[in-house]
């Protein structure tokens, strides 16, 4: 009896709508095999934008750490959790979508976070990316204790870093930089302001029935981490790799200043100094 109840409880946490969110998206509304259909799809975006991204940086990687491939990789698998979960609203959903998350903003701290502040125990990225493995690992065991709080502590790491970006960029005087940078925050604050309306305001927007507000977050979020992340990328490769002489420009057309930022390299390891 105990295994039949056990396989019971496995197969209702893959079971549809065993999660404890529910998005404003009516459900089923096109299609009785996918609870929230604009919200799935919206989750696609991850595979036309990771791939891009994966492709412009890759000449930084190379040079700087093929490890930082990982943060858009991650991505990837954010958009296919995304949309398993928004198509069962599973509680396997769920977690995958928010560990793969939290997978993310890890990867993002081992690779990007500036050695200068660093905890005062801590000499080099190596060691610190183990720490970061640690307490990843705890939280994302964490996790299952109350999954529904899961987002709200994923959103507060996300203002960490945005913190920390605004701190970074006080000391930066490029022009192009700065203008990404404010770039980068204006859409940070117009994909999280979706993600609480859509949370909070549900009854409004049902009213006028416009209820996609978590799609467009999708939208806009990877868009705000593409900016985000070549921002801190091009800090990075100013501070761990100068003599590279990092640059930014867009992508399709530079001349445009928009479409997806990523780094140029104008010098290359045969200019590095060696002592």
């Excluded at 604009?38 to 991850?46: A, L």
């Excluded at 991204?53 to 093929?66: G, V």
């Excluded at 117009?190 to 996609?212: E, H």
């Amino acid at each position: 009896m105990a295994g039949v109840h056990s396989g019971e409880g496995m197969a209702g946490v893959f079971s549809y709508e065993s999660s404890e969110i529910d998005w404003c998206e009516d459900n089923y509304r096109h299609s009785e095999h996918v609870v929230e259909s604009f919200n799935t799809m919206s989750s696609f975006i991850f595979f036309i934008i990771s791939p891009i991204m994966l492709y412009l940086l890759h000449p930084y990687a190379k040079e700087r750490s093929l490890a930082i491939h990982l943060v858009w990789v991650m991505m990837i698998f954010v958009g296919l959790f995304s949309a398993y979960f928004h198509m069962t609203l599973s509680f396997v959903g769920q977690m995958l979508d928010e560990l793969s998350i939290l997978w993310v903003l890890a990867v993002g701290y081992a690779v990007w976070f500036p050695r200068r502040l660093f905890p005062s125990f801590i000499k080099d990225r190596s060691t610190f990316s183990k720490l970061v493995l640690v307490i990843t690992v705890i939280s994302s065991v964490s996790s299952f204790v109350k999954p529904t709080a899961n987002a709200y502590a994923l959103n507060c790491f996300g203002l960490h870093l945005l913190y920390t970006l605004i701190t970074e960029m006080k000391c930066c005087t490029d022009q192009k930089a700065l203008r990404l940078a404010k770039l980068s925050i204006a859409l940070w604050v117009l994909a999280i302001s979706c993600w609480l309306g859509d949370r909070f305001g549900c009854s409004f927007w049902q009213r006028i029935n416009f209820c996609y507000l978590h799609g467009f977050w999708h939208i806009l979020i990877v868009i705000a981490v593409a900016y985000g992340s070549t921002l801190i990328a091009y800090l990075d490769a100013n501070y761990e790799i100068p003599y590279s002489l990092p640059g930014l420009q867009y992508w399709p057309c530079d001349r445009w200043a928009v479409g997806l930022p990523h780094i140029v390299l104008k010098g290359n390891s045969k200019t590095e100094k060696r002592c």
